[in-house]
């Protein structure tokens, strides 16, 4: 997840980094597709800036 979170922040996207543990635990329990989870953790990002 370390790598993860080193990505999100060096691409700007803290937002999403403080909350992409809870969204992949949504994601899982939705099975969520691919593009699904994405278009909800990009929504989560824009929303928080």
Known sequence: MH???TLLSR???????????????QAAKKELNYREFL???????WNGR
Do not use: F, N, R
Not at 11 to 25: A, D, W
């Open 3 to 5: 790598e993860l979170e």
């Open 39 to 45: 278009c909800m953790a990009l929504q989560q990002e």
């Open 11 to 25: 691409l700007k996207m803290e937002h999403l980094g403080y909350h992409v543990e809870s969204l992949l635990e």
